[in-house]
Each structure stands twice: as C-alpha cells, then as structure tokens.
C-alpha cells in the first residue's frame, strides 16, 4: 500500500524538517492550481513521470511555467532514448499517485529505488517549493534545501540539472 499524506509528514518531521500545507479543491493542471490554489509564495512544480525503451523511469520536477523538451530531455537525463509518459499504472505502483497529483513527494514510495529524480536547476533556484503531498487536494511548501534532504533520505540521488527551457 503506498503511503498515506500523514504518513508522509511523519517522515518528514522525522527528518526534522517543517513544511505547511495549504488545502484547496482537488488540482489536476497547472491552470487548476494557479486558480485555486490562492496565494502561496515559492516555486510552484510541474512533474513529468517518464520512461525510456528500457523501462527506466524518470520523475522529472520543473517550475509550472517551464517548458521542456521532451524529445531531447533523454539527453540530459541519462534516457535510453527518447522517453515517454509512463503509464498511469506504473505511476500507482512506484510512486503511489494517480495522474494529476505526481509529486516529488511520491518518491517516498519507491522504496525499490526504480524512478531516477531530476529536479530543475531554476525550480531549485527559489527559497521554498510547492507540492502536492501525495494527493491534489492540497499543496506542500518545503524548504528547497529540506526538498533535497527528503529526496536524498527516500534514497534517490537528488540529481539537479537544468532541464526547462527557460
């Protein structure tokens, strides 16, 4: 069973590391959550869930307004070859999320390791990140440092690189 968002910030305050979070009608795109979501100061996300033709899978956290490139990202990502979006079902089961509420937060699911985290080098340029805490229904803020401890303490490389356009 993946982990519940109480389970999340248990971990967290584990770790010691605060977050607040924000409740708000169920978000499914960027244009949702910038009308619902109120004011909430820092980077908001943006989270691509790919694969490559070898069944590697990436979570890859961008700023909302960034755009990618997703038929050069393998490049800068370490892909075998061009990716695609993984499918919902794989999405469940390594992060725990359904479309719609992928978060950087997921990766506390993926015990085993298998999803490859890159998160954007301006996203990280902000004091504070937003996110989804393993439902859309809320938003997360978390310090950008505390964002990498919590990536590094699920066991991922918290491997940052500049992967948006802008």
Do not use: C, W
Not at 34 to 41: D, K, S, T, Y
Not at 88 to 113: C, K, Q, S, W, Y
């Amino acid at each position: 069973m993946p982990k519940t968002e109480a389970e999340l910030y248990a971990f967290l305050a584990d770790l010691g590391i605060s977050v607040s979070t924000v409740r708000h009608p169920p978000l499914f795109t960027v244009a949702d959550s910038q009308a619902l979501r109120g004011e909430i100061p820092g980077g908001h996300t943006k989270n691509l869930f790919l694969k490559d033709k070898k069944d590697n899978f990436f979570l890859v956290t961008v700023g909302e307004e960034a755009e990618v490139d997703l038929k050069q990202i393998h490049h800068l990502i370490g892909a075998a070859g061009r990716v695609s979006f993984g499918k919902p079902e794989m999405l469940m089961e390594l992060l725990g999320v359904v479309p719609g509420a992928v978060t950087v937060f997921g990766l506390i699911n993926d015990t085993a390791g298998r999803v490859k985290v890159v998160l954007d080098q301006e996203l990280m340029s902000h004091d504070v990140i937003n996110g989804h805490p393993l439902t859309n229904e809320a938003t997360t803020t978390i310090a950008a440092a505390d964002l990498v401890r919590f990536v590094e303490a699920t066991g991922h490389d918290a491997v940052i690189l500049k992967v948006s356009l802008s």
